[in-house]
């Protein structure tokens, strides 16, 4: 072969057939006839496809090494070990890099099977062969398996410890596992490996630029300089050499050289044709133009960096460049492509992720972008950046987690001795101070602050009375303190914390420190246009609304668009009732937005809502319109931000006001439930109104429950206004005495709300109306009507004389008709408690009666078991003096004892049950008399009780008519009430004497009969003679009798008759009768 030609020796003779490399046949099969029909060695066949492949004819190429590889080739040139493993050597690096450049994995799989297929066969022809094992090494490589692949490599090393392509691909494969300091001083000793092979050519260029690379690898400044002394030896050897024009062009890069960079990179481009030598150029010549500020320019060579790859693993720096610039052109959706590209190739890149969760929240994506910083920050948790993002983000939705991601990053950074800066520790201080830990607050804003002149408002070094005597447009103080030499410097990255601090300060109502700091802000920068709201703010809650339109005019005369101060200052017009010039303030506000500002529109729509609402005559056409008006621009906000709490509120409202109580009642409750899972928004508003549309659909114990909570959950109970709501809900639920309470704590909160106290006069005189209309009243409600009518009265007749003095909106006739009315129904109720007082009376008496006879009935019962119980023992004692007298029957006598007392128990336990069932029935029979007095009590008082009437105007004359008759029959009732008490105390008396009598009785009887015992003397014929006495005793014998009526141990059954003595008239000499009987 020679100069370009390959000669082809004819088979069986000494001529050559010449092949000009330059000119090869197109059509591969030509050339393959030639080879095969001159038996060419297999050499000339390699030779002839590598040319193939240098001109880019790769399907030639493949065609001749596939022919060369095939089984009668192998067979013919079996002898030839080295020329077949050439070519399976060349086929399969051949499929290594179609399978390398290859994109969709199908493809790209099949042909590293078709290379590991040639390899193979290649190590079956010799498996010592080291360029076979290089090639395989080169195959793993390019599969990503960088361990298999030095396996590989170190198998050819053993074979041939020299060999050159070994030790490249052995440093190759360390320096990209290279995760430690040394893996990559094993690749640099490859690599010198591999040099000493050339000794004889020190002047190698590839070779000083790839140790110049390794000593740049290090990163230390001793291996920094021998690394570029390398790569501009290499550029003095041969300038035109890419790798060591791009490397330079690096190192002029950071050290800020750009017009060096700019003329090696354009060399660089001129010279090279491969691609990835050609990325590194673009890739330099754009972050060039980057640093400079020249993004359009940037984003073309980044553009033509990526291009030359084929895929981010080869070279994944410029995709990150290119975000980069994407991102600040706000092209976000390519910007997150291009970053997603990088972590793809490194997905724990910590710059990339946090690029990615910033394109998320421009984009929206709220929720990706958090999981988005998370996951940064748990891969880094020392990167205070990705926390204060964090951060940002969640202040909107978690405002406690942001506050302590916020701290977090606070902590790294003072940890790291570097100075906070002042933007986080202003977020720090708003998050505490919209938790309510003003404190924390405050010592935030004065650590975010630092020394100045607002230091002197705080500690008071300032004269106090200077202080406080200016008016919220007046600057003189600070010009004074100028003159007196002090220094008045505002830093303005200081501004919006001051502006906060001051907010604070307003919060806890420290209004005079407040004024002066906005007043400062000012003072320094009289464009701010946020210090003149909060003087106006604060001028209003004053209720200074002149000065409060001053200040809001001189914010308009700074910014005449500015939407805020437009919208206030319609607020303010609508205060002093200027309703055309409130709607047009507002419509310029929110055409100053073009329609986007939701604060506008829906002052319009409230606008619209009031305008229908107004208690002047109005047409029902009208009113419609508004309502409808308003209803449209709360819906327009809701489409423009669904979650506008207050737009739902308002559209709300509009469809109640319609009588669509059901669906507002829904949104009410969904607006009450979002607002409350918020601590940046307050709305006691739609707690009242849910409960109006409780109140509106009758519902008055839920309606009273939800004014009570909005009052205790956001006015502390002292809200005149819900508690006149409240109120308003008892009245209607005719709970009076709850409605009177409620308006009395009204009173107390506005002593001079003159509404509160004629409602509260309705109140009472409502429950007085009705307490006298009940069927049953008691006299202490009676009483209690009677006061309430007389407070009623001098409420009314207060309200009456104020009206000489001031107006408060009442009609002085209205309030004497209504001082007339409880005077009248006072009048009735006189009467009312009379009758109840008698009746009451009564009722005491007959429950003392009732009292008296159960405890007659209780004593008549202990006094007949005691009766029976001494019979009883007057008969065992009998018996026992009778068997005492004889020793032989002992045993009987103990036997006839314990029987007695077993029978007397019995006898007892049943004349117990007796007598608790009878007084039962008793209280039964004495209940049902009571209650039969009661109706027929009611039914004649029924006929005679007063129909008032609570109209003011109507019956007046009707009841006066009754009023004689009804007296009448009062005292027709009062007779015969008297009539019955006088018999039931004539009952009681003749009872007291009956059994003052009867005990007398007793003793004396008793007190004989333990005589005649004592002294042995009983005589049972003395029982007849002793006439009254004898009851005891027969008493006692009819127990015995009782007792034992079914055994009759005694071979008798006594008879004797119980004499009643507790008992009167009828009944008891009936009873003695029956007695006679059985004497006789």
């Not at 030639?60 to 095939?70: D, K, N, V, W």
């Not at 998320?360 to 988005?372: C, F, M, N, R």
């Not at 309510?436 to 009375?465: C, N, P, V, Y």
Request: proline share 2%; charged share 30%; glycine share 6%.
């Amino acid at each position: 072969m020679m100069g370009g030609v390959v000669y082809i020796p004819v088979q069986n003779s000494e001529e050559e057939v010449m092949v000009a490399l330059d000119h090869l046949p197109r059509d591969a099969t030509d050339m393959i006839d030639i080879l095969k029909a001159e038996q060419a060695p297999l050499h000339l066949w390699l030779i002839i496809a590598r040319e193939y492949f240098k001109q880019g004819k790769l399907d030639q190429f493949r065609q001749i090494l596939e022919e060369g590889s095939s089984p009668e080739i192998d067979e013919y040139y079996a002898d030839v070990k080295y020329e077949r493993i050439a070519i399976l050597n060349a086929l399969a690096a051949y499929y290594t890099y179609l399978g390398k450049i290859e994109t969709k994995q199908r493809d790209k799989e099949e042909h590293f099977i078709s290379a590991t297929q040639y390899y193979n066969r290649a190590s079956r022809i010799d498996a010592h062969e080291p360029y076979t094992w290089i090639g395989k090494g080169q195959l793993y490589v390019a599969k990503g398996e960088l361990q298999t692949a030095s396996e590989s490599f170190r198998i050819a090393l053993v074979e041939d410890p020299n060999c050159v392509p070994a030790l490249l691909g052995q440093a190759c494969v360390d320096f990209n596992i290279a995760e430690r300091e040394e893996h990559y001083k094993k690749a640099m000793d490859s690599y010198r490996s591999s040099l000493e092979f050339y000794k004889l050519d020190p002047d190698n260029v590839e070779a000083l630029v790839a140790l110049g690379v390794m000593d740049l690898q290090t990163n230390e400044a001793h291996g920094i300089k021998r690394g570029m002394e390398k790569m501009q030896g290499a550029f003095e050897i041969h300038p035109y050499c890419p790798m060591a024009l791009n490397c330079l062009a690096n190192h002029f890069f950071f050290t800020g050289q750009h017009f060096l960079v700019e003329q090696l990179t354009e060399t660089a481009l001129a010279v090279s044709s491969h691609g990835l030598m050609k990325a590194h150029s673009y890739y330099n010549l754009a972050r060039s133009y980057h640093s400079k500020g020249d993004f359009e320019k940037a984003l073309r060579y980044y553009m033509a960096s990526v291009k030359e790859t084929s895929k981010p693993q080869e070279f994944v720096l410029p995709y990150y460049g290119l975000g980069q610039v994407q991102l600040k052109l706000g092209d976000f959706k390519s910007s997150l492509l291009s970053f997603e590209k990088v972590l793809e190739v490194h997905p724990e890149n910590c710059e990339s992720l946090k690029a990615v969760g910033h394109i998320y929240s421009q984009l929206g994506e709220i929720d990706k972008a958090v999981e988005t910083f998370r996951k940064a920050t748990r891969i880094d948790p020392k990167d205070s950046v990705a926390f204060t993002e964090l951060g940002d983000l969640l202040i909107s939705s978690d405002a406690g987690a942001a506050l302590d991601v916020f701290k977090t990053a606070r902590n790294l950074i003072k940890k790291g001795g570097q100075e906070v800066p002042i933007e986080l520790m202003n977020n720090i201080g708003v998050l505490y101070f919209e938790k309510g830990e003003f404190e924390l607050a405050e010592q935030t804003f004065k650590e975010a602050l630092g020394d100045g002149i607002w230091l002197s408002f705080l500690t008071g070094s300032i004269d106090r009375s200077a202080y406080y005597s200016f008016q919220y447009k007046d600057f003189s103080l600070f010009h004074q303190l100028e003159e007196d030499g002090s220094c008045i410097e505002l830093p303005w990255n200081k501004v919006t914390t001051l502006f906060n601090y001051a907010r604070l300060l307003e919060q806890v109502n420290d209004t005079g420190k407040a004024s002066n700091m906005y007043r400062l802000i000012l003072f320094k920068y009289p464009d701010y246009v946020d210090a003149y709201l909060r003087l106006t703010a604060m001028a209003k809650a004053r209720n200074n609304i002149q000065l409060s339109i001053e200040l809001i005019t001189d914010a308009l005369k700074v910014d005449d668009k500015c939407p805020n101060a437009l919208s206030m200052l319609g607020d303010l017009e609508l205060k002093i009732d200027d309703w055309v010039k409130a709607k047009d303030t507002f419509r310029a506000a929110k055409d100053a937005t073009d329609g986007k500002d939701s604060y506008a529109t829906l002052a319009l729509g409230n606008w619209n809502y009031f305008a229908a609402i107004r208690n002047e005559k109005r047409g029902p056409k009208l009113e419609a319109t508004h309502l409808e008006k308003a209803k449209e621009l709360y819906t327009k906000v809701l489409m423009q931000h669904p979650s506008n709490l207050y737009a739902a509120n308002g559209a709300a409202i509009v469809l109640a006001e319609k009588g669509h109580f059901d669906v507002s009642k829904d949104i009410f409750t969904q607006v009450q439930e979002a607002a409350s899972g918020s601590v940046f928004v307050q709305m006691p508003d739609v707690w009242v109104n849910l409960a109006h549309v409780y109140f509106a659909q009758g519902h008055f114990a839920l309606a009273a429950k939800m004014y009570q909570n909005c009052l205790r959950k956001f006015y502390y109970n002292t809200d005149t206004h819900v508690l006149q709501y409240l109120a308003r809900t008892h009245y209607e639920a005719e709970q009076w005495q709850e409605c009177k309470k409620t308006l009395l704590r009204a009173i107390h909160l506005a002593p001079s709300n003159y509404t509160l106290r004629f409602d509260a006069g309705v109140a009472m005189q409502k429950f007085s109306a009705s307490t006298l209309q009940k069927t049953k009243r008691t006299a202490d409600e009676v009483r209690s009507t009677v006061t309430e009518l007389k407070n009623a009265v001098c409420i009314f007749s207060q309200l009456s004389a104020a009206s000489i003095y001031h107006s408060h909106g009442f009609d002085e006739k209205k309030l004497e008709t209504h001082v007339e009315y409880c005077k009248h129904l006072l009048d009735a109720a006189k009467v009312h408690c009379e009758a109840a007082e008698r009746e009451e009376q009564q009722n005491r008496q007959r429950l003392e009666v009732a009292r008296q006879v159960s405890l007659a009935e209780e004593a008549r019962r202990r006094a007949e078991e005691q009766r029976k119980f001494q019979a009883s023992c007057y008969i065992l004692t009998l018996m026992c003096s009778v068997f005492n007298s004889s020793v032989t029957c002992n045993f009987g006598y103990q036997t006839l004892r314990t029987y007695l007392e077993i029978s007397m128990m019995n006898q007892l336990e049943k004349r117990k049950q007796e007598d608790e069932l009878k007084q039962v029935m008793q209280q039964e029979e004495h209940f049902e008399r009571i209650k039969e007095q009661w109706k027929h009590s009611s039914n004649t008082a029924g006929k005679r009780r007063e129909r008032s009437q609570v109209e003011d105007e109507e019956g007046g004359d009707r009841r006066r008519r009754r009023g004689g008759k009804r007296r009448k029959k009062e005292k027709k009732m009062k007779t015969r009430y008297e009539e019955e008490a006088d018999m039931e105390d004539e009952h009681e008396d003749l009872e007291e004497d009956t059994n003052a009598m009867n005990e007398y009785e007793d003793d004396g009887a008793e007190k004989a009969q333990n005589d005649l015992i004592a002294a042995g003397l009983e005589d049972s014929d003395a029982e007849d003679d002793l006439g009254g006495h004898s009851t005891a005793i027969n008493r006692k014998r009819r127990a015995w009798s009782e007792s034992d009526e079914d055994d009759e141990p005694l071979g008798e059954k006594v008879n004797s008759a119980e004499t009643d003595e507790e008992t009167n008239g009828i009944k008891a000499k009936s009873v003695a009768g029956d007695d006679d009987e059985g004497d006789d």
